[in-house]
């Protein structure tokens, strides 16, 4: 955009943008934010980028912005971090209007109230493609509060939040148009309750939780290592198990899947265990002392959570999946089942 | 890229980068860094896409990865904050290799390092353009301590840092090989000065130094008010007194022009005074107390970079350049004399 384009969106974008966090003392505006952070931070990058990580055709600007900032705090629910502020960076082409872009930041803006973030700075420049830069910047008391990928030890309880799957199965539906008509006519589900359904795996695709929550309340009941599941159960397991130095082995059969995901498999003709294979869920896996795992559960389910071990720590090295009836399933081995 | 190429190639980066700073506890490769800043923070965001904000066929990956995160840099000296760590988005063409890649990086490192910024985390893409969108975080013991662009008030000096013009006749001249001729034709100047005199005012372009140093400098001596120039002196000097209130009153014949510019706009028989409205020099523009300027001046010259007094803040609004004879010059006036 015109450099006169550019001032006036951003005046546009500091009126929408809720009031400054705790620690925010200067915000968008100036040549920097400037924030008092009082302990740690963690701080993550997360870039996405219209045609590679979204469509535009099948998710709406508000979807976009919730998506995007939802990524990048889930990697800050990843180390157990409180939210606090974002810097966001936005690529706009020529045939996404004003209108889209308050409508991006709007999405933006309101998972930003929902999890006490503060939208502290950003940057806009015109591309040819949209896309989405997204800086973010946890808090925590002290460097030690914070949970990594490393320090999982054999013995430890593997654990998940909520439930996986639906991202996938979400997927697959906005993809398939084919896919959306099986599961109408299988009779699996009737009426609204089929639309609910589709309309629930689709909404856990476009607009993702992070579990913030869950997150800290994980890292305060002891949790040795954690990370969230962008790329999938198996391939995230593996950066987790090599962080660590450890193997992770995990029943098939234990982790919760989206029941809705579930029934559209079911009404479709395929295994579930493909579910086991999809990305962008967003949930966490954690290790953590079987001793903890009682606090642990219970603090999780306090944020409406559930919590559920799913595996556990060994000795060795990579990811092993016990499917029902004993077949092990290699972290590769996914594409085989979908 | 392919996940694979991704995962190889973030292993390949974190080979090259330069040992973690002071702050960081956890750098690349968890899901976020962990940091403990231990006083107030400085952050900036700064987006770069190629074909808006530079151009593969005129800069090198090496120049483009250290303008990048110069321009980022320079926000945080605007703002006098000591350089603290950065975090990178790159967005990859296909038609950028790995090598380039590499390159890009090695050109930022290598700022990073003279600059004593860590480069602390990171994200990589697919892109059907190349961009790169640099998050930098700046530290200072408070937020007091650092200086913002409202707060100069009427009767304090305007200075300004090194001098102006270099950048905007390095991209003339990068523009225009007609220029070059010219100037090499000129006899202004001989053989291999002329030579080092280009390439002195190409590297102002593509290579531009964040005046750190001076930033901190100037915060320490009492700075009211600063601004980095990355617009131009008369929009950025607008920024300024925008954010002030102010007026700043500014003489064209005390804003020190590079001389290798006003050497190549006297040989090609333009008026020096065009070289005011170019941007991207990345000087500091700063408003502080008549009382304090030589303490500043000495304190900025001790670091080796000179500064100016080129104006002075009125009660008021907006900027007034004054040419010499007494002719008015509004900023938005600079293109009549380009």
Redesign the interface.
């Known amino acids: 955009m015109g450099?006169m384009g550019e001032f006036e969106l951003l005046a546009r974008i500091r009126e929408r943008l809720p009031a400054s966090g705790p620690r925010t003392?200067?915000g968008s505006?100036?040549?920097?934010?400037?924030?008092?952070?009082g302990?740690?931070?963690?701080?993550?990058?997360?870039?996405?980028?219209e045609?590679?990580?979204f469509r535009r055709e099948l998710a709406g600007p508000a979807q976009i912005g919730h998506k995007a900032l939802a990524t990048a705090l889930s990697?800050?629910a990843?180390?157990g971090?409180e939210a606090g502020?974002a810097?966001?960076?936005l690529?706009l082409p020529p045939d996404f209007g004003e209108e889209e872009c308050i409508e991006l930041l709007d999405g933006m803006a309101a998972l930003a109230d929902r999890t006490g973030t503060d939208l502290?700075?950003?940057?806009?420049?015109?591309?040819?493609?949209l896309?989405l830069?997204i800086?973010?910047?946890?808090h925590a008391s002290?460097?030690e509060a914070?949970v990594?990928?490393?320090g999982a030890r054999p013995g430890d309880a593997l654990v998940l939040t909520g439930e996986i799957g639906g991202a996938a199965a979400g997927l697959a539906l906005l993809d398939n148009p084919q896919l959306r008509t099986d599961f109408v006519f299988s009779g699996a589900t009737e009426g609204e309750k089929t639309k609910s359904v589709m309309e629930e795996l689709v909404a856990r695709q476009l607009e993702p939780m992070p579990r913030l929550v869950a997150g800290r309340a994980l890292a305060l009941a002891g949790a040795t290592a954690?990370?969230?599941l962008s790329?999938g159960l198996g391939?995230d397991a593996g950066h987790l198990a090599q962080?660590s130095g450890v193997k992770l082995a995990i029943e098939a059969a234990a982790v919760p899947l989206a029941s809705a995901a579930v029934a559209l498999s079911e009404a479709t003709d395929r295994v579930p265990w493909w579910l086991l294979g999809g990305g962008e869920d967003y949930e966490l896996l954690a290790s953590i002392p079987p001793g903890r795992l009682e606090r642990a559960s219970e603090a999780v389910g306090n944020g409406g959570t559930a919590l559920t071990q799913v595996g556990e720590v060994q000795a060795g090295s990579g990811v092993e999946i016990r499917l029902p009836g004993g077949r092990l399933l290699e972290p590769a081995g996914f594409d085989q089942l979908a």
């Open positions: 450099r003392h200067v505006g100036d040549d920097a934010a400037i924030t008092v952070p302990g740690a931070t963690a701080t993550s990058v997360d870039a996405l980028v045609g590679v990580h990697d800050l990843a180390m971090a502020e810097y966001v960076v690529g502290a700075g950003g940057d806009l420049t015109r591309s040819e493609r896309f830069a800086t973010v910047v946890g002290n460097p914070l990594q990928r490393a954690m990370i969230d790329d391939a962080a």
